[in-house]
């Protein structure tokens, strides 16, 4: 059973939004709280449509191959479908089969709808993503979701569109410095490439912080971090 003490369903999340808190039955055990759950450490919350799906089977095994990242970067990742618990442990094996992985994050069951009508999940634009009830299933959706519940990233693909999850991880990387260090990351940046000098910050505050920092545009200024 969900509850929300923060968001009516009705309101669309959007960046900035306590994420919603719920309860909720998993492949590995019941989680009384989400926040609980995750415990102040960043969160990356996604629904895919239905188990036992071609596109979905590779999702979820990319998620699981990238284990050794997610810790590294002490996110919790946990996934969400509208199929049964029953149907879930069922097919993480066929996942860890075809995938060669080992699936240990938690798979959500929301056969209601519960937690997908919470965060506004489900399919409203195509009608052949059903299931045999007839009943709407999930986009695929990404929340990526900070140490304080805050919504920091909203990502939504259709169903025949398998998600990148590398690109995932690099806006994590993104976020992660970006709130250690007074910067921005330019185009296609990924870590170990320069940063942008955050317009906030003055060229003299600049130089104690980013020493030797390069100016291209007086909005357009460049650095090394580590």
């Known amino acids: 059973m969900t ?43 996604f629904s895919h449509p239905e ?8 999702e979820l095994g990319a998620v699981a191959r990238l284990a050794p990242e997610w810790a590294k970067r002490a ?7 509208c199929s049964s618990l029953d149907d879930h442990e069922v097919w993480v094996k066929d996942i860890n089969e075809t995938q060669s992985c080992a699936l240990e994050f938690p798979i959500i069951a929301d056969p ?6 919470l965060y506004d999940m489900l399919d409203h634009q195509d009608p052949t993503n059903i299931d045999k009830r007839g009943m709407p299933l999930t986009v695929r959706a990404v929340f990526i979701i900070d140490p304080k519940n805050i919504i920091r990233l909203t990502l939504t693909y259709p169903a025949s569109s398998g998600r990148n999850f590398d690109e995932i991880l690099r806006v994590i990387d993104s976020l992660q410095l970006a709130d250690a260090k007074r910067i921005a990351t ?8 320069e940063v942008i000098v955050h317009n ?15 100016s291209v545009k007086p909005y357009l200024r460049f650095a090394n971090v580590e």
């Open 3 to 45: 509850h929300n003490t923060h968001t009516s369903a009705s309101k669309s999340l959007r960046l900035g939004d306590v994420a919603p808190d719920f309860s909720a039955s998993t492949t590995r055990g019941p989680i009384s709280s989400f926040h609980a759950h995750k415990a102040g450490k960043w969160a990356v919350l």
């Open 200 to 214: 906030s910050v003055s060229n003299e505050e600049a130089e104690k912080l980013f020493p030797g920092f390069r």
């Open 75 to 81: 996110v919790s990742v946990i996934g969400l479908s």
């Open 186 to 193: 330019p185009a296609n940046w990924v870590p170990g490439n």
């Open 112 to 117: 209601l709808r519960e937690i997908a009508t």
């Open 51 to 58: 188990d036992f799906t071609p596109v979905c089977t590779t």
